[in-house]
């Protein structure tokens, strides 16, 4: 038996691992590498095994650096099925769907400018991707992959479906149990359920992106969240919240619910909901759900919306998000990228952030060298769209709505699989890694190099 990993190994993007038993080639995730120029070129290079060989992938969730590869893997003849809960069946669509707009839309660009502008995939590979979607995994239930091996799913509470998977192997007499965290959740969200891993495996893939720190706790940060909605409304501007399609987006806008509810904002409050693919995401959580928790299955199904406001209106079309331009104050207003690196987000930052009674709520993680970090920092002038634009508005950064575990959970979880060999560090920087690995001493903690593979 053996495992190789070919992607999220000494970075947090890209995750793609090969597990090799009884003949069989089984992929879990098959994820896009994101970040700088050289990083993305990645993307292209061979994946490290032969697409055409692989007999199974199995899909943790529906995150782009999870699934974004899909697509090129069919492309490049991947012709087996892929295995995922309903939920990462449906918003994975909606990701590769999306994905491969922009590698369109990228490559003219590239023509225009005289170079070859070959896009990565297009629509049709993302179509032929949806196409090797088979059968559906429920958490708990084991799904027979080929004789001697068996898929289980557990909750992993990152995003809508999210799930680790327990891989359980056997060849010529030997078995081995091989759990991959996927992306883990903190406890205690607002939608989702607590991650729920398997206990007593043999070897764990696990992911380390906070192994460094602790987020600050849901309930602080949502009354923070509150605060500066009143104070921005008050002064009479507008609140610019970049987010992220999924899972974010929808936090938020149960969070803008409760608040309502309970006063803590006006309930007429105008919200505007600013991302196409954020809305059509937030249709899909609203179909499932059984994978949400169950106070909130119980709104949706006795027919209350938990995403609904009085004063929400959506903007799918792009003439009606330039009409928020002339929304001058009083109004929440959510658009994308989270990060402000690409989408709508950047033109009502470009009217708001000089409107020194606006303010900008930052809610998600924002990387080096994006404009969203650049304001997070505390930068005067910051570049959008080709002009300098002076930032007067107040920001607040918010980060009790991570999707991701903390240090402090990262080890309850490992502590609660009972890892009996070893352990892999996957999908972190260098620093959360080396520190998770620290804090999990004694286990035996490896952490994989790009492309290395180790017998198990
Ligand atoms: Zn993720």
Redo the contacts with the bound molecule.
Sequence with gaps: MKLSFHGAARGVTGSCHLVECAGKKILVDCGMFQGPREIEEENAAPFGFSPGQIDVLLLT?A?L??CGRLPLLVQRGFRGEIVATPATHDLARLVMLDSAYLHEEAGKRAQRHGKPGDALYDTMDALDAVDRFGRTARYGVPIAIAPGITATFFEAG??LG?ASILLELSEEGRHKSLLFS??IGPQDRLLLNDPAPPEGVDIVVMESTYGDRDHRPLGNSLTEFYAAIRATLTRGGNVIVPTFALERTQEILFALHQGAAQNAIPRTLPVYLDSPMAISATRIFGRHPDALRPEIAAMITSGRDPFGLPGLKVTREAADSMKLNEVHGGAVIMAGSGMCTGGRVRHHLRHNLPNPDSSVIFIGFAAEGTPARAIVDGANEIKLLGKTIPVRASVHTINGFS?HAGRKDLIAWHNRTKTRERTFLVHGEEKPMKALAEALAPARVDRPRPHQSFEI
């Design positions: 969730h995150h650096d999870h990152h995003i999210s996927g992306d999707a």
